[in-house]
């Protein structure tokens, strides 16, 4: 029989090697994972401004108005209603629902903010309708870290009243 001088397997310093290579190129996948979810993100709210967009839409053809944010909300009178306040979203937009107009009204997908902005790297949907400024409505952006409007400008031409149905 013949034996084998040199002993079979890897050495500790191949082992690390690999090891260091799998660890970059994990890490190289994970930054790509993390940017395509926040553009996923993004893309869901924009299509959720459209749903949304068509709703009001509806909402006004059918009640002649838009309601003003005091009207549905004091703890927001007079301000923006966002999808996070009062307690993750069963308020919000809440006209919607209770008129038949949405069975839910969509929300932002993280919706952890807590005011405008506040605090920073949180993302919430945001409304108001006030007579005489029209119809405003937003949400934050993951890609460039600012408010995106839909549509592009606020809606001078809706009716924002006071009154419910």
């Known amino acids: 029989m013949k034996y084998l001088d040199k002993k079979t397997g890897f050495t ?18 994970l930054a ?26 509806q909402y006004s053809i059918e ?11 004091d703890a927001n009178s ?3 209603d966002y999808s996070s306040q009062p307690t993750n979203a ?7 629902t209770t008129s038949g107009i949405a069975k839910q009204v969509p929300v932002d997908p ?8 506040i605090p920073a790297d949180t993302y919430a949907y945001k409304y108001y309708c006030y007579s005489g400024s029209g119809l405003a ?5 993951e890609k460039t870290g600012g ?3 839909y549509p592009k400008y606020q809606e001078p031409g809706w009716v924002c009243s006071g009154s419910l149905p």
């Open 147 to 149: 408010w995106v409007y």
């Open 32 to 57: 790509s994972l993390t940017s395509v979810r926040k553009k996923t993100r993004d893309s869901q709210r924009a299509q959720d401004m459209q749903t949304i967009y068509t709703m009001l839409t």
């Open 63 to 73: 009640y002649g108005h838009i309601p003003i944010t005091s009207a549905y909300n």
């Open 137 to 141: 409505l937003g949400y934050k952006s």
């Open 12 to 29: 500790l310093i191949e082992l690390l090697v690999v090891v260091a290579i799998i660890g970059v190129l994990s890490s190289v996948v």
């Open 110 to 117: 993280i919706n952890n903010m807590i005011g405008d902005g």
């Open 90 to 96: 069963p308020t919000f937009m809440s006209f919607l």
């Open 78 to 80: 007079g301000s923006w």
